[in-house]
C-alpha cells in the first residue's frame, strides 16, 4: 500500500477585517482547498493502491483526465463534483501549465480535491509541475504514488526489467526531446516512452551508436488492459514489425536481452480467453460478478441488456401471499432466482417486516447465489439441491408431504411470469400444495445498437454466455442468432436445451448455476482450445479470427 506523504506549504494568508462604520462585521477569504495527486496505475484499474481509494472516498471534487479515469469514480461519494481535465491543447508545456491552472482554480472552491494521474504522479507525469503551482498558490497537498508504466506494461508482456546478469536500466522519454545515444551502453536495458511515433530514427541512433541491430525488442500497446498487444523483433525489424501488426496507440517499448525472457515468462496474454470479445445478455441489474470473472481470464466483456425486471402488473397476488405468511399459512417458501429474494424483501419492507417473519417456516433455494442472496437476511435455507441446481434437483432432493410431520400442506413459491412448470409439478406429486405467485416479470429489452447487432451476425463477437432461457430467447428476438464461429456457454441443462431449441450449438456449459462457474466452464474450453492450437503448431487465434464454411444447425 501507498503512503501519502504531505508537502510542508505555507499557510494561507487571510484578508483582514474590514470594518464598517455602522456596524462591525468581519470578512476573510475562504480557506484554500486541499489537493490530493492520486496515481491510478497505466490502465489496470485494479492497480489502484488502497490509499488511493481511501482519498477517492472523501473526496469533495475529483479532477479527472478523460473516459479512461471513469472507472475509479465508482470509489466516491454521492454528489462529487468531476473536472475533465482532459481538453488542454498543445504542447506538452501548455498543457501541463493549463492542467495545473485547473487543479489550483478547483482547490479555490473546494475544501477536499483529488487529481488523478495515469501512473504515478512524480515518474514520466505532470504531478510535479502541478503540485510546483499548488504551492505557489499557498495550497497544501499530498501525493499517493501509483503503479508507473515503466514497469507495470513490461511485468504484464512478461518481460522483467532486471535478472542476475541485467541490473541496468536506463528510462528515457522521446517526447518533444532530443536525447544524445552515445551515452547508453549497448548492454543495458532501455525502456522507450514516447517512442512511437520517433521509432525509425531511434533504432538507427541507436544502432549507430554501438547497439546490435539484433538487440531484441517488444512494443506493447495497450498495457495491463484486456486489449494489450505486444510484438517482439530486434532493432532492425521492430519498425516493419509493427507496421505488418497494424497497432495503433502509444507503445511502450524495451529493448535488450530482458526481452528474450518473454516466451516463458508471458503469463497476461496467454490466459485463456485473452482479447476475446464476449457478449454477456443479462438484465439491467445483474452484470458484475459475470464481468468480473471474465475480466479475470482476460477477456474483453461487452454487456447487452435483453430483459428488464419489473413488479408484476396485479401486485395483490404478492400481497395475499405476503399476509399469509405472516399469517402461518404456509410451511415452505421457495426461492428459485435471484430476483424472487429481491423481490419477497421489497415487500417486506413495503410492509415494514423483517426476517423475523420467516420464523416457523422452512426455506429453500435453487443454487448457491439464491442461498447467498438468502443469507443477506441472515437466514441459512433448510433446503439446498444436493445434485443438478435446478428446480428438477430440488425437487429431487424435497421431502413429500406427511400429516403427521407437516402441520402446514402449502407451499409459496414466488417466481418469474415466464418461469417453467417443473417445480410446481413436482411438489404436487409430493402432496404439497402450492402458491404459485408471480413475484416479478421479465420484458424484452429494447434492441441493441446496429453495430452490435451486426457483430453478433457476422461473428465479430468470439462468445455468447447466456445466464437463463429468456436471455436466449431475447437475444435472438432483438438481435439474431450469433454467428457459426461464435463460442456459446451457458449456465445449466435449462438454458443449454432452450439454446438448441433455437438452433445453437453450444460449445461449454457450467457445472454450477453460477456467474462464477459459467465464466469457469467457457475459460476450460478457452484453455483447451488454445492447447489443441500450440499442439498442433498452428498460430492461437480467437474464435472471430477463424470462419467456418458451417452454419448453425437450425
Same mark, same amino acid.
Given at each position: 500500500m501507498s503512503s501519502a506523504k504531505?508537502?510542508?506549504?505555507?499557510?494561507?494568508?487571510?484578508?483582514?477585517?474590514?470594518?464598517a462604520?455602522?456596524?462591525?462585521?468581519?470578512?476573510?477569504?475562504?480557506?484554500?482547498?486541499?489537493?490530493?495527486?492520486?496515481?491510478?496505475?497505466?490502465?489496470d484499474p485494479?492497480?489502484?493502491?488502497?490509499?488511493?481509494?481511501?482519498?477517492?472516498?472523501?473526496?469533495?471534487?475529483?479532477?479527472?483526465?478523460?473516459?479512461?479515469?471513469?472507472?475509479?469514480?465508482?470509489?466516491?461519494?454521492?454528489?462529487?463534483?468531476?473536472?475533465?481535465? #482532459? !481538453? =488542454? @491543447?498543445?504542447?506538452? +508545456?501548455? /498543457?501541463? &501549465?493549463?492542467?495545473?491552472?485547473? *487543479? %489550483?482554480?478547483?482547490?479555490?472552491?473546494?475544501?477536499?480535491?483529488?487529481?488523478?494521474?495515469?501512473?504515478?504522479?512524480?515518474?514520466?507525469? #505532470? !504531478? =510535479? @509541475?502541478?503540485?510546483? +503551482?499548488? /504551492?505557489? &498558490?499557498?495550497?497544501?497537498?499530498? *501525493? %499517493?504514488?501509483g503503479v508507473s508504466e515503466v514497469s507495470a506494461v513490461p511485468a504484464y508482456a512478461g518481460i522483467p526489467l532486471t535478472m542476475k546478469s541485467d541490473r541496468e536500466v536506463t528510462v528515457l522519454d522521446l517526447a518533444e526531446a532530443k536525447l544524445d545515444f552515445s551515452r547508453l551502453h549497448p548492454k543495458q536495458t532501455l525502456v522507450l516512452l514516447n517512442a512511437t511515433e520517433v521509432l525509425k530514427d531511434t533504432t538507427a541512433a541507436l544502432i549507430e551508436s554501438g547497439f546490435d541491430a539484433g538487440t531484441p525488442v517488444a512494443a506493447t500497446v495497450g498495457g495491463t488492459t484486456t486489449a494489450q498487444t505486444s510484438v517482439v523483433g530486434t532493432l532492425g525489424t521492430i519498425v516493419a514489425d509493427l507496421r505488418a501488426a497494424k497497432l495503433v496507440g502509444e507503445a511502450v517499448i524495451v529493448v535488450g536481452a530482458v526481452v528474450e525472457q518473454r516466451e516463458s515468462l508471458s503469463w497476461f496474454e496467454t490466459k485463456p480467453l485473452f482479447g476475446w470479445r464476449i457478449l454477456v445478455p443479462r438484465t439491467k441489474d445483474q452484470a458484475g460478478p459475470l464481468m468480473d470473472r471474465l475480466r479475470r481470464y482476460g477477456a474483453m466483456p461487452e454487456e447487452v441488456p435483453t430483459i428488464s425486471v419489473e413488479p408484476p402488473r396485479n401486485p395483490q397476488q404478492m400481497d395475499k401471499a405476503i399476509r399469509g405468511l405472516v399469517e402461518g399459512r404456509y410451511e415452505w417458501v421457495a426461492f428459485t432466482s435471484v430476483n424472487a429474494v429481491k423481490a419477497v424483501r421489497e415487500k417486506f419492507d413495503e410492509y415494514g417486516l423483517d426476517a423475523r417473519a420467516f420464523s416457523g417456516l422452512k426455506i429453500a433455494a435453487v443454487g448457491e447465489k439464491t442461498a447467498e442472496a438468502i443469507g443477506a437476511w441472515g437466514i441459512r435455507p433448510d433446503l439446498l439441491p444436493s445434485g443438478e441446481q435446478s428446480a428438477a434437483g430440488l425437487v429431487e432432493d424435497w421431502p413429500p408431504f406427511d400429516e403427521v410431520l407437516d402441520p402446514i400442506n402449502r407451499v409459496f413459491l414466488p417466481r418469474a411470469d415466464i418461469a417453467t412448470e417443473t417445480l410446481v409439478a413436482g411438489l404436487t406429486d409430493l402432496?404439497?400444495?402450492?402458491?404459485?405467485?408471480?413475484?416479478?416479470?421479465?420484458?424484452?429489452?429494447?434492441?441493441?445498437?446496429?453495430?452490435?447487432r451486426e457483430a453478433i451476425k457476422s461473428g465479430k463477437f468470439d462468445a455468447v454466455v447466456f445466464t437463463s432461457s429468456s436471455t436466449v430467447r431475447n437475444l435472438v428476438g432483438i438481435a439474431g442468432k450469433p454467428h457459426a464461429s461464435t463460442v456459446i456457454a451457458v449456465i445449466g441443462p435449462a438454458t443449454l436445451k432452450t439454446a438448441e431449441e433455437h438452433g445453437l450449438r453450444v460449445d461449454a456449459m457450467a457445472e454450477a448455476p453460477s456467474a462464477e462457474e459459467l465464466a469457469d466452464a467457457l475459460a476450460r474450453f478457452g484453455a483447451d482450445r488454445r492447447d489443441t492450437m500450440l499442439e498442433a503448431g498452428e498460430p492461437v487465434t480467437r474464435p472471430s479470427e477463424r470462419r467456418s464454411g458451417s452454419r448453425r444447425k437450425s
Open positions: 504531505t508537502a510542508a506549504t505555507p499557510a494561507p494568508q487571510k484578508v483582514p477585517a474590514k470594518i462604520a455602522s456596524t462591525t462585521t468581519a470578512k476573510q477569504t475562504r480557506p484554500l482547498g486541499h489537493v490530493t495527486f492520486v496515481g491510478v496505475g497505466p490502465g485494479s492497480l489502484l493502491t488502497i490509499a488511493g481509494r481511501d482519498v477517492l472516498a472523501n473526496a469533495d471534487a475529483v479532477v479527472v483526465e478523460g473516459p479512461e479515469h471513469d472507472a475509479f469514480l465508482a470509489y466516491c461519494k454521492p454528489g462529487v463534483e468531476v473536472i475533465d481535465g #482532459s !481538453g =488542454a @491543447e498543445g504542447s506538452r +508545456a501548455l /498543457r501541463v &501549465a493549463a492542467r495545473a491552472r485547473l *487543479v %489550483v482554480k478547483t482547490a479555490k472552491a473546494s475544501s477536499n480535491v483529488v487529481r488523478l494521474l495515469t501512473g504515478d504522479p512524480f515518474t514520466f507525469s #505532470s !504531478g =510535479a @509541475e502541478e503540485a510546483s +503551482a499548488c /504551492r505557489k &498558490a499557498g495550497i497544501s497537498f499530498n *501525493v %499517493v504514488p402432496g404439497w400444495e402450492v402458491d404459485d405467485v408471480t413475484a416479478y416479470r421479465t420484458v424484452r429489452a429494447a434492441p441493441p445498437p446496429a453495430p452490435t
